[in-house]
């Protein structure tokens, strides 16, 4: 660790061989999370090879000192995501929220819901009809076609023209 402390790179690389295997099963205890493990490891050990040079042997081993400051980084880590969900959780409470106008949702559906009972009285039968049970049925135009006892191409018509005078009387724009 001292030679680490005044820039040895072969020093660093045993120094590393030796504890990113702990270090990494430290941070991984802390975090459970494999990706954020590797991330906080990499991090122990760029501070390792930039402080080394702090390092006492007198107060304990290389390995104890790697290690405390490895979890010390882990235990951050996992301080700054509770504090930042906290944040979150907060703002969405200050947050306003509109309020929902039920009665009011509910009177726009029935007036919706009267709007294309007119329109469709102002189809013909046929019409009427193909559409009622393909769109209020599910039917498909071939079953549509078998239930009226009519060609599938004179049904496709009827329906297409049908929702193209529907359109209009809703007044959706196109």
């Given at each position: 660790?001292?030679?680490?402390?005044?820039?040895?790179?072969?020093?660093?690389?045993s120094?590393?061989?030796?504890v990113?295997?702990?270090?990494?099963?430290?941070?991984?205890?802390?975090?459970?999370?494999?990706?954020?493990?590797?991330?906080?490891?990499?991090?122990?050990?760029?501070?390792?090879?930039?402080?080394?040079?702090?390092?006492?042997?007198?107060?304990?081993?290389?390995?104890?000192w790697?290690?405390m400051?490895?979890?010390?980084?882990?235990?951050d880590?996992?301080?700054?995501?509770?504090?930042?969900?906290?944040?979150?959780?907060?703002?969405?409470?200050?947050?306003?929220?509109?309020?929902?106008d039920?009665?009011?949702?509910?009177?726009?559906?029935?007036?919706?819901?009267?709007?294309?009972?007119r329109?469709?009285?102002t189809?013909?039968?046929?019409?009427?009809?193909?559409?009622?049970?393909?769109y209020?049925?599910?039917?498909?135009?071939?079953?549509?076609?078998?239930?009226?006892?009519?060609?599938?191409?004179?049904?496709?018509?009827r329906?297409?023209?049908?929702?193209?005078?529907?359109?209009?009387?809703?007044?959706?724009?196109?």
């Amino acid at each position: 660790m001292v030679l680490v402390g005044r820039g040895d790179d072969a020093a660093f690389e045993s120094l590393y061989e030796a504890v990113s295997g702990p270090v990494m099963g430290l941070v991984y205890q802390v975090l459970r999370d494999p990706a954020q493990s590797e991330e906080v490891t990499q991090d122990v050990l760029v501070e390792v090879w930039r402080t080394a040079g702090r390092f006492r042997p007198e107060r304990g081993s290389a390995m104890t000192w790697v290690l405390m400051l490895a979890h010390r980084r882990a235990v951050d880590r996992v301080r700054s995501a509770q504090a930042r969900g906290e944040r979150e959780r907060k703002l969405a409470l200050l947050e306003p929220m509109a309020p929902f106008d039920e009665v009011g949702e509910q009177v726009e559906a029935r007036l919706e819901h009267q709007q294309v009972r007119r329109c469709l009285e102002t189809l013909t039968e046929l019409q009427r009809e193909s559409v009622t049970l393909a769109y209020y049925r599910g039917l498909t135009y071939r079953q549509v076609a078998e239930s009226l006892s009519q060609p599938v191409s004179a049904v496709k018509a009827r329906i297409r023209d049908a929702l193209i005078r529907l359109r209009d009387c809703l007044g959706v724009a196109r």
